[in-house]
């Protein structure tokens, strides 16, 4: 039976870290944990899933809620709430709704106070991990039987129509999803003629149906270059002599956004490298009739003299590389980039500890729930507990709940990171970082403004609470930290970027090579940064008013400036890392709320609820959670419904915790599933609705 461990890293020599692994979340299988009513209540779990995949999509991430549900001995010690057709909502009734709900959401908690979950979605992160362990030999190491069966159901489930995959798990069929999963079922041992409903003959058939796999975009078809499916010729250059090319070249990848640029690193040297060591050479007159770069460029580099350059590339490119998996101490900033970068480092030494130190950090990424194992992005854990505290914070319940808040702060201050990477970083196209917080861990390592931004307003609402109660307060120097970072990532148009100050040309997007996602080639500034930013900043203005006073200032004025310009039309913001307008103007308006102004919009359905997806704009719960919200934030609470769905929404029970879409997203185009969302959100939306709105 599989197990979550929380913040263990074992005696393995190859693991090290930063802050006592707090954060670190792990699948273990242990065949004899369990009583057979557990196991039994687990494999209930999946046929449920099972039996509605093609109506709910997302899973509900109900293993480690069991779990630890079992573990805590946790009983609902307050009755469930219930108001009948045409009964007003009373002080009492909210009151009981509120605390049954923050007496749930408590006992979900971690040991080391953040709260576990799935941040998955995307159908194209396990297939090349899977390839890259059959390359390199590790496939029955890493993935045993067990692991082997969860990853296989997890493609099964989430099939379209028995047949395609999406790019993540509510998304049409796709070649470039579809080809991957099915080369990653085959090499994990299933037959042409295995899966339920014939599923893997259906896939092929799908895959022949729909031109086969010269169809399947640059992104994709470079891992069936690498196990040597395709030729080398048939993909898109990916020369690692960019590398050598002066800092200030409009094309070198230090202009590139970071996630594109670790991507190309790793990707750039496995090109070099095939060229270089594994190509079989044509004859030079094959050569000459290659087009493009295949034509001149290659063919030249790959023979004397002209191979120096090759070779003093490629010593560049795993300098790059080297330096990027030691700062992220083998995690890398993301589950695409870790793949590669793993891949290069076997190729670069086969039995080298960079790759050992790879193998150790694989566990990070997976993730098992009902519907199987998957790989994540890597984890929210920061970003899903910062948002946990605020609605704790909100519910005025401290007195009730300390020790939950206490570990809580505790996590958040262990998971600030201490250092800017390390060396001369700026030579590396590496951003300071110390102060910062990431998106899941400290020892992670790469900054987030957004994240940043709300683990210093966790902290500066936490120091005004007694000690005794959630712990010492964050040290002065440590907040000074944090805002030093946030003001060094904005852009001249007053809005804040995610990752490193904005740098690329806007030109350079034209020459986006991926054929799938959107503006992925240069740095941007987000709405959702911004407004977080000035949500810290002002708490943290109140409370130190005479700290960097002027450039605190200059800052606010021309973020708010910021926000006010990328209003829609309709009134409206779009977001970009969540689905999308809801989302993007619930942030919106609580930056510029905190700042002092007031807006209003609203996207309400006839059933009180809101709802966005990038299908449709059905009602469901997280958006409701982020409109009621928005409109609190706006001063507009008569607005909202007097019959809130919300006492309904507070009463989860451990089997049937609600369902939701996914709400999250990046790139535009790919949708990640946040399982904690529909947790959190609409605890919050409940305190503050509670808190805001008189009852009888």
Not at 101 to 126: I, K, M, N, R
Not at 330 to 356: H, P, Q, R
Not at 652 to 658: A, G, H, R, S, V
Request: charged share 20%; glycine share 8%.
């Amino acid at each position: 039976m599989w197990r979550l461990k929380i913040a263990e890293g074992g005696d393995d020599p190859y693991l090290y870290t930063t802050n006592e692994y707090a954060g670190r979340q792990i699948w273990e299988f242990d065949p004899n944990y369990g009583t057979p009513e557990e196991r039994a209540e687990v494999e209930g779990a999946r046929l449920n899933f099972w039996n509605n995949r093609f109506r709910v999509k997302p899973s509900s991430d109900l293993l480690w809620r069991m779990q630890f549900l079992r573990e805590k001995s946790f009983k609902k010690s307050i009755p469930k709430v219930k108001v009948g057709e045409g009964e007003d909502i009373t002080y009492e009734t909210a009151t009981k709704a509120l605390r049954r709900a923050v007496d749930f959401f408590s006992a979900l908690q971690a040991s080391d106070g953040h709260w576990p979950t799935e941040t998955a979605g995307p159908l194209f992160f396990l297939p090349p991990l899977v390839m890259c362990m059959y390359i390199t030999g590790h496939v029955d190491i890493i993935f045993p039987p067990e692991h082997k069966k969860e990853i296989l159901r997890y493609i099964y489930s989430h099939q379209v129509g028995l047949r395609g995959l999406g790019i993540h798990i509510e998304g049409h069929s796709t070649i470039f999803c579809k080809t991957p999963s099915y080369i990653c079922m085959r090499l994990l041992g299933e037959r042409p003629n295995a899966g339920p409903d014939n599923v893997v003959t259906r896939g092929r058939k799908w895959i022949i149906d729909h031109g086969g796999v010269t169809a399947i975009p640059s992104c994709g078809k470079a891992w069936l270059l690498i196990l040597g499916i395709s030729d080398w010729a048939g993909g898109n250059p990916m020369t690692p002599e960019l590398w050598t090319l002066p800092p200030s070249s409009p094309i070198h990848p230090a202009k590139m956004w970071c996630y594109t640029r670790t991507v190309y690193m790793p990707m750039s040297y496995l090109y070099g490298k095939r060229f270089e060591d594994l190509y079989y050479p044509h004859p030079l007159i094959q050569d000459l009739l290659w087009d493009g770069l295949y034509i001149f460029l290659e063919p030249l580099l790959s023979r004397w003299p002209l191979n120096k350059l090759r070779e003093k590339a490629l010593e560049t490119t795993m300098k790059h590389i080297s330096y990027e998996v030691e700062n992220s101490r083998y995690i890398t900033i993301g589950g695409i980039e870790k793949v590669l970068c793993m891949l290069a480092c076997w190729v670069e030494d086969s039995n080298g500890d960079g790759f050992k130190k790879h193998l150790a950090r694989i566990p990070d990424y997976l993730w098992v729930a009902e519907d199987g194992m998957k790989m994540q992005s890597f984890g929210s854990q920061e970003w899903d507990t910062v948002f946990s505290i605020q609605a704790l914070l909100a519910s005025n319940l401290g007195d009730e709940i300390g020790h939950t808040l206490m570990k809580g702060h505790d996590f958040i201050k262990k998971s600030q990171v201490r250092n800017n990477p390390s060396g001369d970083f700026k030579s590396m196209y590496r951003h300071i970082s110390k102060g910062s917080w990431t998106f899941s861990d400290q020892y992670h390592g790469w900054q987030v403004s957004d994240c940043t931004a709300e683990g210093l307003k966790c902290c500066l609402l936490l120091s005004l609470m007694p000690t005794e109660t959630v712990g010492e307060k964050l040290e002065l120097e440590r907040l000074h930290d944090a805002i030093n970072v946030l003001l060094s990532l904005q852009s001249k148009n007053g809005g804040l970027t995610a990752w490193e100050p904005a740098a690329g040309m806007e030109w350079l997007e034209r020459l986006n090579p991926t054929e799938l996602f959107a503006d992925i080639m240069v740095e941007h500034e987000y709405i959702q940064c911004t407004s977080s930013a000035i949500q810290a900043l002002v708490l943290f203005r109140k409370l130190y008013p005479e700290h960097r006073k002027n450039e605190i200032n200059s800052f606010m004025k021309n973020a708010i400036s910021y926000l006010e310009g990328f209003q829609m039309p309709d009134g409206s913001w779009y977001g970009n890392w969540g689905v999308c307008f809801i989302y993007g103007t619930w942030f919106a308006l609580g930056g510029l709320a905190a700042a002092g102004k007031n807006y209003y919009n609203s996207l309400t359905k006839d059933d009180g609820g809101w709802g966005e997806s990038y299908l449709s704009c059905r009602s469901n719960l997280v958006h409701t959670a982020w409109a009621m919200m928005g409109l609190i934030h706006a001063k507009q609470v008569q607005k909202l419904s007097p019959r809130s769905n919300f006492i309904g929404f507070s009463n989860p029970q451990p089997l049937t915790n609600f369902l939701q879409e996914i709400t999250g997203v990046f790139m535009k185009n790919c949708m990640l599933h946040y399982a904690a969302f529909r947790n959190i959100f609409p605890l919050w939306a409940l305190v503050e609705y509670y808190r805001q709105v008189k009852l009888p």
